[in-house]
């Protein structure tokens, strides 16, 4: 990692070393504040995942926002979490493997842990790694919506409740039912559809588990791109949105609908002109390292006029129509293509309010990747 | 980031907790050989650019094999090589901001550094920083070939050269010229024809910095795609290869003709199967924070019939054909798109030789983006 921070508390934002990744405090506030009012104050459960900031002092602030805990991806990021404190975490994966399922474990001694399954095979090594360990834990069976992991509504998930039903170190917690490709549908009537179709599947899962006896406890799932329609289908009880905090262009590119809730862009990638020989382009210093581009390029922050072209791994080509300006050592604000990625690009976190530098934390979990 | 390592020495490849970064340490003694002798050999000097490995167990190896020095692309960068004993790096970037230049002057004081200029005020910047340091460095001008930064033969060098010619604090070191679109032409002819081009701007620029009375001790550029025409060219000096000692998916997509030099894939990311609940996929626990996907998706190394398919953050879909077999918790290699975004996930390289582990290296650098 860099051997110097790209800041310190009292700078001001033009002040910062680039590339930077940057919170703006007030627009992540309000983010907080309409997520807990949206989810929270409907009678939700509200479990952000943590996958898209990786960083404790966040997941703080959702919990005192009203989370009930938050969703990791890995082990290895779950146990950066539960060393920061945090002490009910569902990973929202399947675990396969033995050293894996040995960490998840001991997570499960020291926090309420919970962990997805889709095959039974799945549910013995993990209750046989608990009866090692003298732990117990939370499992969901995934029913598969999204055309990724889980399983569909028939035998498989008869077969998978049963195994559960047999393990006594297992807590058979419920569903996860998670549309992914819903998130980014740009249409907001196929995103409505798309989670039409996964309320049936979870209605008829809820209906499968009753008639075997094994009643389901609760159904998870969802995402910032959805979240108003699981709320508002009578079925899921805990949401799971986790880009809302900070919104990147790829989420404001969905176009929206009455009904949805809006959110601000509140994290940036702050970048310095570094050449400038060209007379419609200019090159900064944050490419592919500094800015995920695997949901397209970042967009350029409130300057009209500017746009980012294209980036390689150190370089951001910027096009500068005639009306716009630029010169060497300006720098820009972009919008992250991905925020998730982008994020687990960086070491820490510039807290800005009202253009200065307030604190600088942490992105702990940043590269927990087993 | 994670709070253990994927594996320690004397494991089996099949034992490495997953998703992690491999080096096959026979394949990368190959490539440096290979790159040493085609280069080295031939009379060269070899200053293989550390952007691609972030390690300094790496540039070490690359300098008892013959190597001048090192390239890196960020001060920070710079920094994490110098504090590991390496005392020759030119940083091939255009280096803005006063911060960043006292830290580059800090530098200069400590070990023999060069870095790049396409703008007078660059220059007089960076000697006002050298002169507040008491420090003297290497100044190269960049010629723009690829269509980024640098400048075009013409006025604008012969006024940079002025410019850094009347600074004191300043060494004249030479042109950099390099063609970073060329790495990728996947036609033969093309990236030739590339080369071509810029050997005649090369030779032009050498020609009008001799008439100005102010000759270039030194032409540097090239990398890992086309430096055998860098090298015969007659004009360059020095050579700047990366990806030679990893190779990645991409380069491997490059046609090659009579006289180019192979490399072997040598680093490889290596995954597990998570999910199995579809007859003709399977998921795998290495999505787009384990293996970059800005030039495309990993390549599956020596399964028949399994093909990666799309990434999302945590998740690889695998796509397998009727005539292949693929089970839950097998593991598979992955030859990444793309190797310096994907070595800049990772904190650490798992070093195998005959499938066991024989060290684990530190990426010290990855993140270094200041």
Redesign the interface.
Known sequence: ????S?ASPGLRVA?I????LVLDLDAFERNLRTMSAAVVGSGMRLRPHA?SHKTPEIARRQIAAGAVGICC??V?EA??FV?AGINDVLVT?????A??LE?LAELARRARMGVLV??P??VRALAAALDRAGARMDVYIEV?VGG????PVGD?LRALAKTIAGAPALNFAGLQVYH?PAQHMRDPGERAAAIGHATDQARAARALLDSLGLPCPLITGAGTGTFRHERDSGVWDELQPGSYIFMDRDYADNRSAEGDIHFEHALFVLT??????HPARA?V??G???S???SGMPAVWQRPGLNYLK?????G?IAIDPSAELA??DKLLLVPGHC??TV????ELVVVRGGVVEVIWPI???????
Chains 1, 2 share one sequence.
């Open positions: 990692m860099s051997p110097w790209a002040e070393d680039t590339p930077a996958k991806q890995k290895s146990a950066v060393d994966n399947q675990i396969v493997g050293r894996k960490r889709d095959e095979e799945q598969n990724r992991c889980g399983v498989a992914g310095t002109v570094m050449s400038r020989t090159v210093d944050a592919l390292k500094a995920s581009v695997d980036a390689s791994d150190e370089h080509v060497l050592g998730d990625p687990n690009l960086y070491d702990r979990a940043r590269g927990a990747t087993l």
